[in-house]
């Protein structure tokens, strides 16, 4: 039987975490949000195996079920098991138990675990859901694990899980390139939350996938004042092509990658 259906994984009970320093932060839930193909499952992916590999009890959360993430992220015979995020919305109301059984382990992270859509699923294979269910669910990781990170997919006009997600987390990373056209796709979606209680205090701006030629100058002209710059990697591309994230960053080009994951776990988390 898997670790965290037998309590010892995944509880709020923080008595086998290694010892540090007190956490300042009280971040819980992060929702990583921006433009398409801005980066937000890599980064996901990479904040939640950093988080792991520190023995921390994370739970990553996929929310596309236009082009369902789980299959992207890493080789199924890394995965112990099949099961669906549908699954959990297709019920009448989500419970802890629901919500451990339709989760998925991997098989070389014991302290992680990870729910999304399967490949071959969409949007119509389930019933719909309603944004109650979708509050449900995100309560329900919050007694799970001490750590949550949300993928969310860009289109939050249609995507109701992703949509209530930017609103219950408590902080959100949005993800922009250093482009027009994804601040652009930004600005047109910022206004659908304005009516629901969107906090613009609790978001962290974030250039993603910055490439060198990009000068620091510009990207402020493009964005504004951002938190973090997350630097291209051509080693991390790579890993993404290979549907293959939660392996190491081992090439001197990641480096910087690497450190700007490390201080957004920090700044948000605390770890």
């Known amino acids: 039987m898997l670790n965290f259906m037998k309590g ?21 839930v992060l929702a990583v ?18 988080l792991a590999d520190k023995k921390r009890n ?22 112990e098991c099949e099961k669906s995020l549908g699954s959990i919305l297709a019920a009448a109301h989500v419970t802890d138990t629901l919500v451990k059984q339709n989760c998925v382990t991997h098989k070389r992270y014991r302290h992680l675990l990870l729910i999304g859509m399967l490949k071959g699923e969409n949007v119509f294979t389930y019933p719909p859901y309603s944004a109650e269910l979708a509050t449900e669910l995100i309560d329900h990781l919050r007694n799970i694990a001490p750590y949550v990170i ?10 109701i899980l992703s949509a209530v ?7 959100v990373l949005r993800l922009v390139n250093c482009d027009l056209k994804s ?33 620091s100058e510009h990207i402020e002209q493009v964005l504004g004042n951002v938190a973090f710059k997350i630097p291209h990697s051509g080693e991390l591309e790579s890993q993404a092509m290979a549907g293959d994230l939660f392996r190491d960053l081992t090439l001197k080009e990641s480096r910087g990658f690497r450190k700007e994951i490390e201080k957004i776990s920090r700044e948000v988390f605390g770890v």
């Open 8 to 28: 010892s994984l995944f509880s709020r009970d923080t008595g086998n975490q290694p010892e540090g320093p007190a956490v300042e932060k009280d971040t819980q």
């Open 33 to 50: 949000w921006g433009s398409p193909g801005s980066g937000k499952t890599t980064v996901s992916v990479k904040l939640a195996k950093h």
């Open 183 to 215: 601040v652009s796709y930004l600005s047109s979606q910022l206004p659908l939350l304005r009516d629901n209680k969107w906090d613009a205090d609790k978001q962290y701006r974030v250039a993603s996938n910055v490439k060198p030629h990009e000068a």
């Open 58 to 79: 994370v739970a990553l959360l996929l929310c596309d079920m236009t082009a369902p993430m789980l299959p992207c992220v890493c080789p199924p015979s890394d995965l």
């Open 150 to 159: 949300i993928d969310c997919g860009s289109a939050i006009a249609t995507d």
């Open 165 to 171: 997600a930017l609103m219950e987390a408590d902080s």
